[in-house]
């Protein structure tokens, strides 16, 4: 049975915490195949989860504030990614 959106975003959500077993990786998959929607939705989580975790390494390291280079790389994607849509 093919997954709804809801289902697959739920089961991507899931998997930035942990491995999804192998049937649910290839029903998301599978999903994602068809569904640009979903793709699109689930590419911009991935690249959040990204971001927050280059963002607590900076905080870690007590840089509060991201550098210039950092900034102008995170702008250049969103806008890639928004003329995408």
Same mark, same amino acid.
């Given at each position: 049975?093919? *997954?709804?959106?809801?289902?697959?975003?739920?089961?991507?959500? !899931?998997?930035?915490?942990?491995? %999804?077993?192998?049937? &649910? #990786?290839?029903? *998301?998959?599978?999903?994602?195949?068809?569904?640009?929607?979903? !793709?699109?939705?689930?590419?911009? %989580?991935?690249?959040? &989860? #990204?971001?927050?975790?280059?963002?607590?390494?900076?905080?870690?390291?007590?840089?509060?504030?991201?550098?210039?280079?950092?900034?102008?790389?995170?702008?250049?994607?969103?806008?890639?990614?928004?003329?995408?849509?």
């Amino acid at each position: 049975m093919m *997954l709804s959106c809801k289902e697959a975003t739920e089961l991507a959500s !899931r998997s930035l915490d942990r491995k %999804l077993p192998w049937p &649910q #990786r290839l029903s *998301l998959r599978l999903h994602l195949l068809i569904c640009h929607r979903c !793709r699109h939705y689930i590419n911009h %989580l991935f690249f959040m &989860q #990204r971001i927050a975790a280059k963002i607590e390494q900076h905080i870690e390291k007590g840089q509060t504030v991201l550098p210039p280079q950092a900034r102008q790389k995170i702008g250049a994607r969103l806008q890639q990614q928004n003329h995408s849509s």
